[in-house]
């Protein structure tokens, strides 16, 4: 059983499109971030999340914390945004991640 | 700047051999951890340290050791007792693992046992 599910697992999209990834979890948080790692395997926080919206640039993250669940958005997708998106909560001392969310932008 | 940076990139060792990976952060953290990411699988927790000189097992543990000896360092080592050791291995650092803050992951060690 997995605390954190991500959706969908691929996804293929073509420059400019709307993009949405979900999030939906199963224990009691804390916070939620969202993580993005480069084909190289580095991995860079992109939000941190305990209520509400967050937005950096063409980036948007949203949480609803009675309903366990988070979207992270991107507008006007471009090739650079090609990355794995994983989806983290924090519940006491413990890290929970999602096994994340390949995207590939097309030109 | 700072940040965590983890070494070697890339490792291959024979099998019955130990071997050990480097974390290094200059962000003034007290926590850090090692996880393992396999192909289809979110992270999975090896080991964390919350201070200098102390140090927990993950969900994972068997198989590996760690030290901190200084809170800059963490470095882990993958012994010849760990079953299934090829994997990815990302080292990260917060505040505090109680703290809700940031969490800085490094750029990631492969490891392939031959």
């Known amino acids: 059983k997995n605390e954190v599910e991500q959706s969908p697992q691929n996804l293929t999209a073509q420059e400019g499109e709307f993009i949405t990834i979900n999030c939906s979890y199963s224990?009691?948080?804390?916070?939620l971030h969202w993580l993005q790692q480069h084909p190289g395997g580095g991995i860079v926080s992109l939000f941190m999340l305990s209520s509400g919206k967050k937005k950096h640039g063409r980036l948007i993250a949203t949480i609803n914390i009675q309903e366990k669940h988070s979207s992270l958005h991107i507008t006007a997708s471009h090739p650079r945004d090609s990355a794995v998106y994983i989806c983290a909560v924090i519940t006491g001392n413990q890290f929970y991640f999602g096994t994340g969310t390949s995207l590939t932008v097309i030109p | 700047d700072g940040g965590i940076t983890q070494s070697p990139k890339y490792l291959f060792r024979k099998e019955g051999q130990n071997v050990t990976l480097s974390c290094e952060q200059n962000?003034?953290?007290?926590?850090m951890y090692w996880y393992r990411q396999d192909p289809g699988q979110g992270l999975r927790l090896i080991y964390y340290s919350q201070i200098v000189n102390d140090f927990q097992k993950g969900d994972i543990a068997e198989g590996y050791s760690v030290s901190r000896e200084k809170k800059e360092s963490f470095p882990l080592t993958v012994t010849s007792a760990q079953k299934n050791p090829t994997a990815f291995y990302l080292c990260?650092?917060?505040?505090?693992?109680?703290?809700?803050?940031?969490?800085?992951f490094g750029e990631g060690s492969r490891l392939t046992v031959l």
């Open positions: 962000l003034n953290h007290d926590a």
């Open positions: 990260a650092s917060s505040i505090a693992r109680s703290n809700t803050g940031e969490l800085f």
């Open positions: 224990v009691g948080i804390s916070a």
